[in-house]
């Protein structure tokens, strides 16, 4: 990678994103022009250029990130509501993770088809009943293809300059979106993380020109009533019910656990990777769990899963990303679209 040097105005102004939690592998990767040369930073035109290309990406304000002596501040935060964050040093953590996701969405989202509108009357129910339709359990593909079809758009955003938020849900003009970030890559788990924000997409929990409901994580319980009715609904989604336990299954081994959400898939119709992960949460065992899913060969792919929804979409019939505008196309790695093809 390269280095700029510990006097230059570019090391200055690396020192001082980081100092709000932009560091640099980050900066080179998702911010930073592909044409620019650290030696660039003597160039005024190119420097000017790729302030407001960084201003612009962060949501920075141009004039302070121009003044060398001025600290930055993370500005944007109260577009969003953020749950599950116990403490506000947290909240500050996540926020320049968030922050930039919402920028990239916000520059690839007008490259996308054209979708139609959200179905007033879409419930959990309904939009499982589609997916069973079509296939023998709700799983992470299938849930992915269904919220397309009714109108939202989900993205995979990787990697972060911080600490990783796990979703978040709201609209992007007229055009609901979900946004996951976690860095998981079981299908099931997203499938869980993905069905909960669709939760908050159909309960009318983020509206157009509202702020963006985000969570911190999934681990912790959901505190107010949003966050339960959108547990309610994932649950409903992947199980058909609005609560689920796996039975008394005590003491179970990974691949104990394993056979058993396999031949249970068989009983119920409910994905073997969901029933492990039901089990792992109930019993507070999800090291279990997770290594089940790892027997399963369930192990990574929701990041591709996603993707390859998302990059069908952006390349229509064709594969050939130079049809996209520059900015969508040096964006494309950050939603792991090279990681689909």
Request: proline share 6%; glycine share 8%.
């Amino acid at each position: 990678m390269p280095t700029a040097s510990s006097k230059s105005p570019l090391a200055g102004l690396f020192r001082r994103l980081k100092k709000v939690g932009y560091d640099q592998p980050f900066l080179r990767l998702a911010v930073l022009p592909d044409w620019w040369d650290d030696q660039l930073a003597d160039n005024a035109t190119a420097w000017a250029q790729m302030q407001l290309r960084v201003a612009q990406r962060l949501s920075l304000p141009l004039a302070d990130l121009m003044d060398a002596a001025k600290p930055l501040s993370i500005a944007g935060t109260g577009k969003f509501r953020l749950k599950r964050a116990k403490t506000a040093t947290q909240r500050a953590v996540v926020a320049p993770g968030m922050i930039a996701a919402h920028n990239a969405v916000h520059l690839v989202a007008p490259h996308l088809p054209e979708m139609p509108d959200l179905p007033a009357n879409l419930t959990a129910a309904g939009l499982r009943q589609w997916v069973l339709n079509r296939n023998s359990t709700v799983d992470l593909g299938g849930l992915v293809e269904a919220g397309w079809i009714h109108g939202i758009a989900f993205f995979h955003f990787s990697p972060l300059p911080t600490r990783k938020f796990a979703g978040m849900a709201y609209y992007e003009g007229d055009r609901p979106v979900v946004v996951l970030a976690s860095g998981h890559d079981e299908p099931p788990r997203l499938a869980f993380h993905l069905a909960h924000e669709i939760g908050h997409v159909i309960r009318g929990h983020v509206k157009p020109g509202g702020p963006i409901l985000a969570e911190a994580s999934f681990d912790s319980a959901g505190e107010d009533q949003d966050e339960r009715e959108a547990d309610m609904d994932a649950l409903e989604l992947l199980t058909g019910r609005k609560d689920h336990q796996l039975g008394p299954l005590y003491g179970m081994t990974a691949l104990k656990l394993a056979n058993e959400s396999c031949r249970e898939e068989q009983r119920s119709g409910i994905h073997a990777g969901t029933l492990a992960l039901i089990y792992g949460k109930s019993a507070k065992r999800m090291p279990v769990a997770v290594n089940a899913l790892k027997l399963m060969n369930m192990g990574s792919g929701a990041r591709a899963i996603i993707a390859g929804a998302l990059g069908r979409r952006l390349r229509g019939k064709t594969d050939d990303a130079d049809e996209l505008s520059g900015a969508v196309v040096e964006l494309l790695p950050l939603f792991a679209l090279h990681d689909a093809r």
